[in-house]
């Protein structure tokens, strides 16, 4: 099976620019998680999309979106971006939930000018 | 609130040596702890995980890591480090449809 693909890689924005990223989990998997990875912060939870839902929120504020579809790939959005916003995006998936084993993709690194 | 605490940022070891890195958990039910690791320009590979059961799990890559409730504690252990073992480690805990915490992570270094 293909692994976790997230796209694109690398992406350089300016502040206040919006910027969405794209995450494919591994066929079958239906839940898909994204994090946050900074030097500072470490890895902090984003959300979490099951079945086109959202089931779980973390601390982060209401520029921060994401959204799930029907084939269970998935998409974040974080508009009027901050330079703090720089950062490595992990996106990860399971079967059913962040109880299970997830599986990370390489992440996206967004650095925010 | 759930917590995890990783007491050391960076460890060196040489090669061949033992390994032990330490997690120290909060959490108000039965957890669900795993290990995670990630090498520089990737993302992150589970080492393994617990559940329930067995209080020493044995992982992938030569891990093992014991839970001890007592301690709130699920430190990872490896008898013999090898140099590509050199990695950012990262503890992790959740429960049920609970989101995942992850401690900040320790940076191992071996040399040769």
């Known amino acids: 099976k293909a692994g976790v693909t997230q796209t694109p890689r690398y992406l350089i924005k300016t502040r206040g620019q919006q910027v969405t990223l794209s995450c494919s989990p591994i066929?079958?998997?239906?839940?898909v998680s994204w994090y946050q990875q900074t030097p500072g912060q470490g890895l902090q939870f984003l959300f979490e999309?099951?079945?086109?839902?959202?089931?779980n929120k973390g601390n982060f504020p209401g520029r921060f979106s994401g959204r799930q579809f029907s084939n269970s790939r998935s998409e974040m959005n974080v508009s009027t971006l901050e330079l703090g916003d720089s950062a490595l995006y992990l996106c990860a998936s399971s079967l059913y939930g962040t109880q299970e084993t997830q599986y990370f993709g390489p992440g996206t690194r967004l650095l925010v000018l | 609130a759930q917590s995890v605490t990783q007491p050391d940022i960076h460890i060196t070891v040489s090669e061949g040596a033992s390994l032990e890195l330490r997690c120290n958990y909060s959490?108000?039910?039965?957890?669900?702890l795993f290990w995670y690791v990630q090498s520089p320009g990737q993302g992150l590979q589970l080492l393994l995980k617990y559940f329930s059961g067995d209080t020493l799990v044995q992982g992938i890559k030569g891990f093992e890591a014991e839970f001890k409730r007592s301690q709130s504690s699920f430190n990872l252990r490896k008898p013999s480090v090898h140099w590509s073992d050199a990695a950012e480690y990262f503890c992790a805990v959740g429960g049920n449809t609970d989101k995942l915490i992850f401690g900040t992570g320790t940076r191992l270094q071996v040399f040769p």
């Open positions: 066929s079958g998997h239906r839940s």
């Open positions: 959490y108000g039910a039965t957890p669900y």
């Open positions: 999309y099951f079945s086109e839902t959202q089931r």
